[in-house]
Nanobody, 131 residues
Framework: QVQLVESGGGLVQAGASLRLSCAASGRTFSRNAMATGWFRQAPGKEREFVAAISWNGDRTYYADSVKGRFTISRDNAKNTVYLQMNSLKPEDTAVYYC??????????????????????WGQGTQVTVSS
């Protein structure tokens, strides 16, 4: 099994920055490479894609709503993926989830955008941006 634990959420004012972390652990994780994505869900709305990164870190992809403000990165030595969020807006308020998907050598540079493409999910971390 793989465990994903998010951290770094909080309450900030519009224009501020936050960095979310997603730490992975577990026996399965140590034997498998994983592509990772960030999703978010606001009250009364469906879960939406935010950003994704390939296992080797060569490829990233962002939702249009966060492009230019958010940056996804990873440190495989620390088993951690980050989401740096700058210039936060009230509409960024949501619970943020990280998700992982096992990949093989041929998919080490692949990114995945749909929630159904991921196998593992964290419990989420709340981000609240006040105006």
């Amino acid at each position: 099994q793989v465990q994903l634990v998010e951290s770094g959420g909080g309450l900030v004012q519009a224009g501020a920055s936050l960095r979310l972390s997603c730490a992975a652990s577990g026996r399965t994780f140590s034997r498998n490479a994983m592509a990772t994505g960030w999703f978010r869900q606001a009250p009364g709305k469906e879960r939406e894609f935010v950003a994704a990164i390939s296992w080797n870190g060569d490829r990233t992809y962002y939702a249009d709503s966060v492009k230019g403000r958010f940056t996804i990165s990873r440190d495989n030595a620390k088993n951690t993926v980050y989401l740096q969020m700058n210039s936060l807006k009230p509409e960024d308020t949501a619970v943020y989830y990280c998700a992982g998907r096992r990949v093989g050598p041929l998919n080490s540079a692949s990114v995945y955008l749909g929630p159904t493409e991921y196998e593992y999910w964290g419990q989420g971390t709340q981000v609240t941006v006040s105006s």
